[in-house]
């Protein structure tokens, strides 16, 4: 059994972590921070939580955060930075599921989030959290970096082509729409019900920051001499809560591959990888089939046999795509049974 702690524990990620330790057989939450709602009991915010921890928030202290096995960062970008150093000092473990970590290069992270990084020292320090590619790596970390919920959807359905360079990285397309939850907890009057319900939009159509973390990951997976990486990315808003769905297109550089051809590329890529669900030939992914679960589901389509491959690709944005992702984290560092605490079924309707 192993302590961990929970900073920014009020916000939906926060809340996501606790639903989903609440059941981890391995893991106990001693310590869950909040400066804002410091001294109010956990169940007393989320009630969903009754009967299963008997927790207060408290305010974030280091000493106290330094006794933990584990620790989880649940905030905005920026707010990791400034513990940090010494967490990782002390010899703590630390999974941030915010950006402050998920991009190496500085000048790039400073340029998409508009602040100077505080700790640039421990950048490269950082393991990237996606655990089907960095697997071996992310078992021996002592920082991990939880990947964003976009970027996970997408690299997940893009990988096994530019791994085997299959398609032309330089002209790499993503349509990806989100549930509001994506936006976070604040009040905002972007994300009142009555401007979200009725109604779909796409927003940063100018360039998003998770682009260059998407562009980051797909040119890890590349082969010795591929061409650069670029990637369009437009997101969505969708008028639901949780759960993404991404749509990437890109151009076949043999074009003499089926779609069934690459759809058992495909299979055989994510075939040990417990999370990553790659379906039968025509089927179309749904949102509402991995709402509340680790899971990502895939299809490949070539449409009319021409020269694109589609890949469509769902996630539960607050599970695998933040909350489920940073618990299969630690699962692999801590060498537990990667599943541990993520076996939950979607929920349906």
């Avoid at 639901?240 to 779609?259: C, K, P, Q, V």
Wanted: aromatic residues 6%; contains cysteine; charged residues 20%.
């Amino acid at each position: 059994m192993i302590q961990v702690g929970i900073v920014g524990g009020t916000g939906y990620t926060g809340v996501e972590l606790l639903r989903l330790l609440a059941s981890h057989p391995q893991v106990e939450v001693s310590v869950i921070t909040s400066r804002a709602e410091a001294g109010v009991a956990v169940a007393d915010l989320y009630p969903s939580l009754r009967g299963h921890f008997d927790l207060a928030f408290s305010v974030p202290d280091v000493d106290v955060l330094s006794q933990c096995d584990a620790v989880f960062f649940a905030t905005p970008h920026g707010v990791a930075q400034a513990m940090m150093p010494q967490l990782i000092s002390r010899g703590v473990r630390v999974i941030d599921l915010s950006a402050d970590f998920r991009i190496r290069d500085k000048a790039l992270w400073e340029q998409w989030y508009n602040q100077e990084h505080a700790c640039p020292e421990l950048i490269d320090k950082a393991v990237y959290g996606l655990p089907e590619v960095n697997r071996e790596a992310i078992a021996q970390a002592q920082l991990v970096a939880c990947p964003g919920c976009y970027p996970t959807a997408t690299q997940l359905g893009l990988i096994p082509l530019l791994e085997k360079n299959l398609v032309d990285p330089s002209d790499l397309v993503v349509n990806a729409a989100s549930g509001a939850s994506g936006a976070g907890r604040q009040g905002k009057i972007d994300n009142l019900l009555a401007e979200v319900s009725d109604s779909f939009k796409a927003y940063a159509g100018g360039g998003h920051r998770h682009l260059p973390e998407i562009e980051q990951g797909l040119t890890d997976v590349q082969p010795a001499g591929a061409a650069e990486v670029s990637v369009t990315f437009v997101p969505h808003l969708l008028p639901m809560i949780r759960g993404i769905h991404a749509t990437s297109y890109a151009n076949l550089i043999d074009t003499s591959l089926s779609e069934a051809e690459l759809h058992a590329l495909f299979v055989e890529r994510y075939v040990d990888e417990p999370f990553v669900d790659v379906l039968p030939l025509g089927v179309h992914p749904q949102t509402r089939t991995v709402k509340s679960s680790n899971v990502c589901r895939i299809s490949i389509f070539r449409p009319q046999g021409k020269g694109k491959v589609v890949v469509l690709s769902v996630i539960d944005n607050l599970t695998k795509g933040a909350s489920g992702q940073a618990i299969q984290n630690l699962n692999i560092m801590f060498g537990f049974d990667e599943k541990a605490g993520l076996n939950q079924i979607a929920l349906l309707p």
